[in-house]
């Protein structure tokens, strides 16, 4: 049974920063892709940012680049986002999702097995 966990989500303001973490844990190979998704109210679920097994390959939504950054610990099992430059639209349940897939990064969902529970980023003033 493989646990994908998020953490690091909350309320920030226009502008501001906020750091998301994911743990993976369980039985599961030591070569996976892990990405982020989004899903605000009232919209589908979409890709954000990704890294691939190898952490050498990562890809982003064109709405993020420059703003937000994804980083991995495979010594610690843990996908690191950090945002910066935060908007309104940004405001979402973000997902952190593994993928057993060894080709770059993918972006769609289909290619995940495994799921954490989200967390709430919402950026108001």
């Known amino acids: 049974q493989v646990q994908v966990v998020e953490s690091g989500g909350g309320l920030v303001q226009p502008g501001g920063s906020l750091k998301l973490s994911c743990v993976v844990s369980?039985?599961?190979?030591?070569?996976?892709?892990i990405s982020w998704f989004r899903q605000a109210p009232g919209k589908e679920r979409e890709f954000v940012a990704g890294?691939?097994?190898?952490?050498?390959?990562?890809k982003y939504q064109d709405s993020v680049k420059g703003r937000f950054t994804i980083s991995r610990d495979s010594a610690k099992n843990t996908v690191s986002l950090q945002m910066s430059s935060l908007k309104p639209e940004d405001t979402a349940v973000y997902y952190c999702?593994?993928?057993?897939?060894?080709?770059?990064?993918?972006?769609?969902?289909?290619?995940?097995?495994?799921w954490g529970q989200g967390t709430q980023v919402t950026v108001s003033s």
């Open positions: 999702a593994r993928t057993l897939s060894r080709v770059a990064v993918v972006v769609s969902e289909s290619a995940y097995d495994a």
């Open positions: 369980g039985r599961t190979s030591p070569s996976y892709g």
């Open positions: 890294v691939d097994w190898s952490g050498r390959t990562t």
